[in-house]
């Protein structure tokens, strides 16, 4: 049983105006198989969070600890937390040209696996992934990213994540920008992915409809850069309707 | 991406007068066309390093390919065969040498004073062939030689020029290429480290012909290949491309000139050159001229350098000069950026390695270029030649 824990975590992030406090005291455990929604805010630091679990160098972890099955993430370099089984789905994936989709995906189901995937059994693994998220086989030969409308960088994201098999995944806004057939595709892709391996899932959304598709066990409002509750799935129907007020997000975590 | 360690893109103190042409703001333009010419060196003033065409190379270090005594005699040259592709020595009288081009600075009137004889190349025969002509360990004396390309009318071929070894080298290299014959050109340079090889390159294009000209630098101390394209008859075309790897302590220099001269001309030019390590320098000026008689010219030159480390300088200076309002279009582009963390990250972000990352998007940026060459053994080669420059940091 695998398990995801963040305990006390506070992260800076360095500014031309000077160091800035984003995350004060979170905490927050998955475990294998379960789906934690994060609903908040703009600015309140979700993507801070699917950050400084990746690994990002611009985020400071100044307090607090990551611990995958016990081992200590912060002391692991951004590959080695892939490796060991963490994946970000990013809010604005980056474009990369001059390496092709194909030559991406090899080298890093390689890097991951630490051998090469067997030519036969990859190459009909990456065309039924690409089938099943409704990607033309044309994105192959493309630069990663490149060109890519803002729905088909998501596609590509999950692309990625059914063919890493990583433990956890964060997925940090994987619905904006989707219209409903695609967000259908998408959710589809993350739903498999969990059913083939068990995936625990931090999914950062600010609409509750992506959670009509992928069902959460427990929903989490991010304010100023802390969890300031949680609950199950009906949680998220009462932020539809209220939004955040009563959490009096009038000042954000800009102090 | 972003910011250089150093990137120039300034006008030089010759350049002068401003035109507005078709792609962003008003560029500086250098009067290309009245640049002085000769075969002479005594017409040239010694190099200080201030004259315009020399004001970015580290002339100290090669003081005796610009005023020294070159030896003309032969140089050593190993060629493949290929039907189609004769190689000979012709004697400096013959009526070929000249046609495509003059030196424009006193390296190549110093080469072009004492060369001896001059290796032919004539292509002959639609049938498409590749030919690798290798001089290898041409010493540390400097030297002088001359070499003609020639393409007869509607002839095809790819003529990969290569350099390995020692060379002191100063070098003219004129390239003909006849009435609807398809050229490629490769110069690819591959010297030993102390090495210091000055070439000019002559273009001309014939009627509907088409020059692929490719300058591949990755080894020697001082590399400076200067391609000067003369579309000189309806329908001409060239594409310039060039990719150069400068390492710790090299200096890899190109100086691109088409001169536009007839009517539905059309160039492309396209470098990309990475640098990396203390004191790693590349320049690119790159002078496009649309005379008067280049109606319906179509033109676009770009530079982009990828710098991989501190301590490294890029200089990029394009140059677009018009003296026709009635052209198809025309354009530059020239970028030097950082490597992007971004990029890193997002790949690290899927279990590569850092080092694998950079390479991965080194080998990238750069296979835009190799991709273009048009034969598959040498694009190989040429990209494992760049893994063992990445390797090599
Ligand atoms: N690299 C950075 N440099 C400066 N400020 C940053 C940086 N990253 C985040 N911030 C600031 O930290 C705060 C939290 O940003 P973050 O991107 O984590 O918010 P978010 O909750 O993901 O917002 P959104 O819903 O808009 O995606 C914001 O005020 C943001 O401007
Ligand atoms: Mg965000």
Known sequence: MSVLEIKNLHVNVETDQGT??????????????????VMGPNGSGKSTLAYTIAGHPKYTVVEGEILLDGENVLEMSVDERARAGLFLAMQYPVEIPGVTVTNFLRTAKTAIDGQAPSIRSWVKDVRESMGNLRMDT??????????????????????????????????????????????????????????????????????????RYIKPDFVHVFVAGRIAEQGGPEL????????????HVAEPAAQ | MTVATQSTAMPTAEQHGFRPHSDGPIVPVQTRSERFRSTAVA????????EHEWKYSPVAAFADLTSGELDGARLEVTSTDAAGVALSWIPREDERIGTAGLPEDRAAANAWSTFGEALLVAVTGEDAKTVTVTRSGL????????????????????????????????????????EGANLTVVSLQEWTDESVHLASHFARIARDAKLKHIVVSLGGKVVRV??????????????????????AGQHLEQQVFVHHDAPHTRSRVTYKGALQGEGARSVWIGDVLIGNAATGTDSYEQNRNLVLTDGTRA?????????????????????????????????????????????????????????????????????????AELQGS
């Open chain 2, 43 to 50: 017409d040239f003033a010694p190099v200080t390093g201030r």
């Open chain 2, 315 to 387: 200089d990029s200076v394009p140059n677009l000069e018009i003296e026709t309002g009635d052209i198809e279009g025309a354009g530059h582009a020239s970028a030097t950026g950082r490597f992007d963390d971004e990029q890193l990250f997002y790949l690290q972000a899927r279990g590569i390695p850092e080092d694998e990352a950079r390479r991965l998007v080194v080998r990238g940026f750069l296979a835009e270029v190799v991709q273009q060459i048009g034969d598959a053994e040498l694009e190989e080669r040429l990209m494992s030649a760049l893994e």
């Open chain 1, 20 to 37: 800035r406090e984003i995350l004060r005291g979170v905490d927050l455990t998955i475990n294998e198989g379960e789906i934690h929604a």
């Open chain 2, 226 to 247: 200067n391609p000067s394209t003369h579309l000189a008859e309806q329908g001409g075309d060239v594409e310039a491309l060039g990719l150069y790897f400068s390492d």
């Open chain 2, 139 to 178: 010493g540390s004396a400097p030297r002088a030689a001359h070499t003609v390309i020639e393409a007869a009318p509607n002839s095809r071929a790819l003529v990969v020029l290569r350099g390995t070894g020692d060379a002191r080298l100063a070098e003219n290299v004129e390239i003909v290429v006849g």
């Open chain 1, 236 to 247: 998220a129907d009462r932020l539809e309707e209220e939004g955040y007020d009563r959490y």
């Open chain 1, 138 to 211: 044309a994105f192959a030969e493309r630069n990663v990213n490149e060109g890519f409308s803002g729905g088909e960088k998501k596609r590509n994201e999950i692309l990625q994540l059914e063919l890493l098999k990583p433990r956890f995944a964060v997925l940090d806004e994987t619905d904006s920008g989707l219209d409903v057939d695609a967000l259908k595709v998408v959710s589809e892709g993350v739903n498999r992915a969990k059913a083939n391996t068990g995936l625990g899932i931090l999914l950062i959304t600010h609409y509750t409809r992506i959670l």
